[in-house]
């Protein structure tokens, strides 16, 4: 299949502020033409009207789990459930076991990916050895092994020090941090947020404080070093509030949330409900709708899913001792569509945040429909409704707080470098 014309779509590419109909042509694996009224003899033409085309989607923090944890996920198991959820790019944490800190791993992964991949794989290395938060990796080996940043995702870098010291290699090496911004001494033993809820149910809670605290020390490493800077799933009206005042001082900082963030709250934890656990926990509607400015105002840039597939061992058990986390690659999509139909963002800055933007702050390619580029594409019916179910994940992980709810929107075919990665209607089965 060497040549694909997708007729008369709703092309969204925020990379060239397109928001149009008309026809893309994807020719040996690359896009070569967008506009109207495109004619390619003998190619595969696909009637995509009454649909979207974007670009693939990129999802800058997602949990594979391999190497050490196969029985929640595989590099093979998760990129195929990224694929049915739209996406062609995923950056996977470095919480493996053993974790991501030294090239041999970073190697692994890239290869598992290239061989077992259903998307493009791009590895986050640890900050610190074995995320024990005290001496740092070998930035520069990580980076020449495939690793496009840094974070010790899961948990916070305790000591202001060491990230000082790796803000500052960062910046030497022009790479990208990512923190995960959590003040241990707050949020120590806590197992959701602090407040009415975590009162109501006898839960320890953490308070907005903990995230809020990590944030600002972060930010202002990152005006001392000039290290560039990425606030993972900001989840309370403070945190926002940090970033948007520190870009607004220049600070080269730019921020993700998770689809739950905007979705839910802390009363999804009502009756004890595991999976609606995770870390940061879910906040409050104040917290909630703060969150949605920022994806309104620019001040959060990404909107990334922290899929963190568990078994049911880790999630049918006690509140307080189960894993944390949620799946989100299959429900991204759909949920983030919501805001489009509440009006609360366009369809163009919807598609920048789960495309453009982390492709850019990543430095890979993608999320551009430019003639040239990679034909990793995204056909989405925004219309198409569906119960979410957990025998129809393609994730090993069901841990969802929205199986059983009724979605909206939906990839219908994804492409990877101009060959069908999910195809459940067989769009392009024709020969
Ligand atoms: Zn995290």
């Known amino acids: 299949m060497e040549r694909i014309l997708l ?19 994807i020719e040996d694996g690359l896009i070569s033409a967008v506009g109207q009224g495109i004619k390619a003899d003998g190619a595969v033409e696909v009637d995509v009207s009454g649909l979207w085309v974007c670009p693939g989607l990129v999802d800058l923090h997602v949990h594979l789990r391999e190497p050490g944890e196969e029985y929640k996920e595989t590099i093979e198991s998760g990129t195929r459930a990224a694929a049915a959820g739209g996406f062609t790019s995923v950056a996977c944490m470095p919480n493996t076991r053993p974790p991501n800190d030294n090239a041999g791993i970073t190697r692994f992964i890239v290869e598992r990916a290239r061989e077992a991949g259903h998307c493009r794989v791009f590895p986050v290395a640890c900050i610190t050895k074995g995320q024990g938060g005290e001496e740092l990796t070998e930035f520069a080996d990580l980076l020449n092994a495939g690793a496009v940043a840094f974070s010790d995702d899961g948990l ?19 790479t990208l941090l990512i923190t995960h911004s959590e003040e241990p001494a707050l949020s120590s033993g806590g197992c959701m947020n602090e407040g009415r809820m975590s009162t109501l149910l006898g839960l320890k809670g953490i308070p907005a404080a903990a995230e809020v605290i990590a944030i600002y020390r972060d930010v202002a490493l990152a005006e001392l070093t000039g290290c560039r800077l990425h606030v993972a799933h900001v989840s309370t009206a403070g945190g926002v509030e940090v970033v948007r005042r ?53 001040t959060i840039d990404v909107i990334a899913t922290d899929h963190a597939p568990h078994s049911v061992l880790e999630k049918d058990c006690a509140f307080e001792v189960a894993a944390n986390g949620i799946v989100g690659l299959e429900t991204a999509l759909p949920l983030t569509l919501e805001l489009c139909r509440n009006r609360d963002i366009e369809p163009l800055r919807a598609v920048e945040l789960l495309s453009t933007a982390p492709a850019r702050i990543l430095g890979i390619q993608g999320g551009s429909l430019s003639p040239g580029s990679a034909a990793d594409v995204v056909v989405i019916d925004p219309g198409e409704e569906f119960t979410l179910s957990s025998d129809k994940l393609f994730s090993k992980g069901k841990n969802s707080p929205f199986l059983g709810v009724r979605l909206q929107g ?7 470098s101009g060959r069908p990665a999910h195809d459940p209607l067989g769009m392009l089965d024709k020969d």
């Open 7 to 25: 007729k008369g779509g709703r092309i969204l590419d925020p990379s060239m502020e397109m928001d149009a109909t008309g026809d893309l042509l």
């Open 156 to 174: 916070p870098v305790r000591d202001a020090g060491v990230m000082r010291m790796a803000m500052e290699y960062a910046a030497g090496l022009n």
């Open 246 to 298: 520190a870009k607004e001082r220049g600070v080269a900082v730019t921020a993700e949330t998770a689809p739950h963030y905007f979705s839910l709250t802390e009363e999804a934890v009502a009756g004890y409900n595991t999976s609606a656990k995770m870390n940061p926990p879910l906040r409050t509607e104040e917290d909630r709708l703060a969150v949605i400015q920022g994806l309104q105002d620019g």
């Open 410 to 416: 939906r990839a219908v075919l994804t492409i990877l």
